[in-house]
């Protein structure tokens, strides 16, 4: 079992800017697509970007050239670096393998207006 544990989060205006992290306990982590996703009050969890194994990403449409995810394998480590923040993007953040359930606490993102 992998456990995750994702931090960065905070309280940023609209138009800025925050590092999400996510790492992982176990090495197999380096195996496995990785995926962001995000869960707004009172709205399903979604995902948001996916990275594979080999580095290859995915982006829902809303995040696309905003928000840029990477990894670290030596590390155990991804990244969600995310750009001109908008109030709809204020959500608890989590990061997961998507045919994986090693959920974490997830990161509060808070984007003001």
């Known amino acids: 079992q992998v456990q995750l544990v994702e931090s960065g989060g905070g309280l940023v205006q609209a138009g800025g800017s925050l590092r999400l992290s996510c790492a992982a306990s176990g090495s197999i982590f380096r195996f496995f697509t990785m995926g962001w996703y995000r869960q707004a009050p009172g709205k399903q969890r979604e995902l948001v970007a996916t990275i594979t194994n080999y580095g290859s990403t995915n982006y829902e449409e809303s995040v696309k050239g905003r928000f840029t995810v990477s990894r670290d394998n030596a590390k155990n480590t991804v990244y969600l670096q995310m750009n001109s923040l908008k109030p709809e993007d204020t959500a608890v953040y989590y990061c997961?393998?998507?045919?994986?359930?090693?959920w974490g606490q997830g990161t509060q993102v808070t984007v003001s207006s």
């Open positions: 997961n393998a998507p045919t994986k359930n090693w």
